[in-house]
């Protein structure tokens, strides 16, 4: 019998399964999948509070004392004592010593649209961000000031967090960020709150079912476990009391396989 025929063909197939896996992820086996076989997007005008043309007519509306407020912030970052400058309506407005722009920051709480101000002043590269909605997990929309373009450009390693902006000239932004779903998501949060201690479970602020999970890129991965290096994981987070010096707990998995593959150190 002829085999030359049937081992032409299977050579062909493995060419073919090895340039459709070249831009998706590299498992131990021999499978390939891209980024996008993982995701389930989420459309984001469903789950919107205030819908976009609304957002932004109301910061054209107020344009002038969006900027006055803001570079107000920028400017007097040592009188706040904190980096970043965050405001809300029954917090740290009194430091304002203008009272010119005292009362605007309480005209933009006391209208209800505006939930947050923060800003942050590390020049040349300063951002003011009006925070008008947000679900933990699920999205955060508003108004920016960036003062450098690279700013809006988001963290291309997070596939599954999508950041969206519309320039409104000036330096300033509407924006978009939320993240789309995963396949099995609760399957990964369980596997990663096994990993956890009671101990450390004492300190968590986030519960289990709302812990972050995100398709990101492998370069992401602060340690591994073994020797394979995936180009694309599932990262599962949850913050802790210690954040602010530790930073949260983050475990890696395979994708493909749903081991446990790596973290990120905590100092």
């Known amino acids: 019998m002829n085999l030359w025929p049937m081992k032409f ?10 340039v459709c896996g070249c831009a998706g992820l590299k498992s131990k086996g021999t499978e390939h999948v891209r980024a996008s076989d993982f995701i389930i997007p989420l459309n984001v005008s469903e789950v919107l ?49 203008d009272p010119e722009i005292q009362q605007i920051a309480q ?26 909605g947000a679900e933990d997990n699920l999205y955060q929309q508003g108004i920016t000031y960036l003062s450098l373009p690279e ?12 950041n969206d902006y519309k320039n409104l000239g000036g330096g300033w932004y509407y924006y978009v ?23 450390e479970r004492s ?12 398709l990101e890129s492998g370069k992401n991965v602060g340690y591994w476990m073994d020797d394979r290096k995936l180009d694309v994981v599932v990262s599962v987070q949850f913050d802790t009391e210690m954040n602010g010096l530790l930073g949260p707990i983050t475990m890696f998995f395979d994708p493909m396989t749903k081991d446990l593959i790596g973290g990120n150190l905590r100092f």
């Open 107 to 132: 005209t933009l709480f006391r209208e209800g649209i505006v939930k947050r101000i923060s800003s942050l002043n590390d020049a040349p590269s300063k951002s003011i961000d009006f925070l008008f």
């Open 151 to 162: 700013m809006a450009k988001g963290d291309p390693s997070k596939f599954s967090y999508v």
């Open 9 to 18: 063909i299977s050579v062909v197939i493995c060419l073919a399964l090895a």
């Open 177 to 199: 960020f939320h993240y789309d779903k995963l396949k099995d998501e609760d399957e990964f949060r369980n596997l990663a709150w096994a990993q956890i201690s009671e101990k």
């Open 49 to 97: 509070k205030r819908p976009e043309t609304g957002v932004i007519e109301y910061f054209e509306n107020r344009r002038e004392d969006f900027d006055i407020l803001g570079h107000y912030l920028l400017e007097n970052e040592k009188v706040f004592q904190t980096r970043p400058v965050i405001l809300q309506q029954d917090y740290s407005i009194e430091n304002i010593q």
């Open 203 to 214: 300190t968590l602020t986030t519960p289990k079912e709302k812990a972050i999970v995100i």
